[in-house]
C-alpha cells in the first residue's frame, strides 16, 4: 500500500513532481523502494533468446 497526503495531491495539481520538492517524504521513498524493486527483478531474469530468423 502506498501512502498518500496532501503535499501529494498538491503536488500533482500544481504539476510540479514531488521528488523535486520534498525527495524525502514518504511518498517518493515508497514509489523510489518499488521501482528499485522492479530493478532488481528484472535485472534477476535470465534473458530469452530471440527465435531465429527463417
Do not use: C, W
Amino acid at each position: 500500500m502506498i501512502s498518500s497526503s496532501q503535499p501529494v495531491v498538491t503536488a500533482v495539481n500544481r504539476g510540479t513532481p514531488l521528488i523535486l520538492e520534498q525527495p524525502k517524504h514518504p511518498f517518493v521513498q515508497q514509489i523510489l523502494y518499488i521501482g528499485d524493486q522492479l530493478i532488481k527483478q528484472l535485472e534477476a531474469k535470465p534473458e530469452v533468446p530471440a527465435p531465429a530468423a527463417g
